[in-house]
């Protein structure tokens, strides 16, 4: 990373890589810069940071509500103003809740029908509830845990920019 000191990079903007491992770094072909939307503020303990998730509270100040509605974000932060813009947990939320709930629902459901063989109408009336509990009650936790880990780990996607070489 010798080559960095020679840029000038704006506020905001960090240099991840400027060539490729094993190539020349005077003439790079591409230079990749990491562009963090959020704020540089000083960030809350690991800790903190999850149990802001799991109380689904601001990840900032741990305040402000997180939701609108039932996982609906809020577009900012009522108590610190924080933008929630920066928050994308893609699938992340829904793949835990669907191995977790996964291995908790089968594991009974065969346990169940290895140990006393039920009616299959008994199965239907057990595991139906079990699988709305195990994934609708922690999914907004499982969510707002995700947006606070990324919060606290500063969590972006790299995107490139346009530079002038110089
Ligand atoms: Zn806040």
């Known amino acids: 990373m ?10 905001g903007i960090e240099l991840t890589s400027l060539c490729y491992k094993g190539r020349s770094c005077d003439r790079p ?28 509270r601001c990840p900032r100040c741990g305040k402000g509500k997180l939701y609108a509605g039932f996982i609906d974000l809020r577009p900012n932060c009522e108590a610190c103003g924080l933008d929630y813009a920066f928050i994308d947990t893609g699938d992340g939320p829904a793949i835990f809740i669907i191995m977790i709930a996964g291995a908790i629902v089968v594991g009974s459901a065969l346990v169940v029908e290895i140990k006393y063989q039920p009616p299959f109408w008994l199965h239907a009336a057990l595991w139906l509830p079990l ?22 780990h500063k969590a972006a996607p790299g995107r490139l920019i346009d530079r002038e070489p110089k």
């Open 2 to 11: 010798s080559g960095s000191a020679a840029l000038d990079l704006s506020p």
């Open 29 to 56: 072909f591409f230079i990749f810069y990491e562009v963090n939307p959020m704020p540089n503020d000083a960030l809350p303990t690991l800790t903190e940071s999850a149990l802001r998730g799991i109380a689904c």
């Open 131 to 152: 699988i709305l509990a195990t994934t609708l009650l922690p999914l907004r936790s499982m969510k707002s845990l995700l947006i606070a880990l990324q919060y606290h």
